[in-house]
């Protein structure tokens, strides 16, 4: 055991963590390298960060793969990414049944490419009988898309009578969010030093704790997963109560 996980409480984890996979193509061009070498790199990165979870007993684990915003970048960088996708689901499926691991997705998948989709629904079949922590991929998944496609489902059912507009609580809209089945995160962690949510979780990051760490996405590895989650654990989580309340 790593003298970083040795410090670390399994008894206070985050039950849900999200990861902004962030530094790929900057990681690659400092090596004179293109683009897309630092997204092939970042699958060491991943695959470390899905086991350290796994290992230590969190719930769920939500990384950024592709958003929204991503479809300006260029046609074959996308593309790359696309094959990508494909590619790790098949060779890290053996890590995901070791692991007891349910591959889940969030986002509008129905715009992936058909072999992507594809892929994905192998890989979500797979593993639908595991029982341990949920992997979720974010693809084509933005925090502003998940927001107005819940308002939508929303009005709609007011429109129909269903509902009154004076019974929409936040649990409502809870209910209507792609992560309706997870429990909101508690912990995200944004690498490459960058310090924003880049429409990440929008709704759901409004209590969770942020780990800023300066280390690109595919130098990522366990002992930078355990030094965020020993920071989590010395931070006090009051939510709106006082120091003095909680003791």
Request: aromatic letters at 8%; one cysteine or more; proline letters at 4%.
């Amino acid at each position: 055991m790593s003298e970083l996980k040795a410090k670390i409480d399994k008894d206070h984890l985050p039950r849900h963590i999200g990861v902004i996979m962030d530094g790929n193509g900057r990681w690659a061009q400092g090596q004179g390298k293109p683009r897309v070498f630092g997204h092939h790199s970042a699958v060491e990165a991943v695959r470390a960060t899905v086991e350290g979870c796994a290992e230590l007993g969190v719930e769920c684990l939500s990384l950024y793969a592709f958003s929204t915003e991503n479809w300006s970048r260029p046609e074959m960088e996308v593309g790359a990414l696309m094959q990508l996708l494909i590619d790790t689901i098949g060779s890290e499926m053996s890590t995901l049944l070791e692991n007891d691991i349910r591959l889940r997705a969030i986002g509008d998948t129905t715009q992936l490419p058909e072999a992507t989709q594809d892929a994905l629904k192998f890989g979500i079949a797979q593993t639908a009988k595991n029982k341990g922590m949920d992997l979720i991929l974010a693809l084509n998944y933005s925090g502003k898309w998940d927001l107005t496609s819940a308002i939508r489902r929303i009005a709609r059912e007011v429109e129909a009578g269903r509902l009154d507009a004076s019974a929409i609580t936040e649990e409502v809209i809870h209910q209507q969010l792609s992560t309706r089945e997870f429990p909101d995160p508690e912990l995200i962690i944004r690498t490459s030093g960058e310090h924003r949510l880049s429409n990440f979780f929008l709704w759901q990051a409004a209590y969770a704790e942020f780990y800023f760490s300066p280390v690109f996405w595919p130098e990522f590895r366990k002992p930078d997963l355990h030094a965020a989650l020993i920071d989590f654990q010395q931070r006090e989580r009051r939510f709106g109560q006082t120091s003095e309340q909680l003791t």
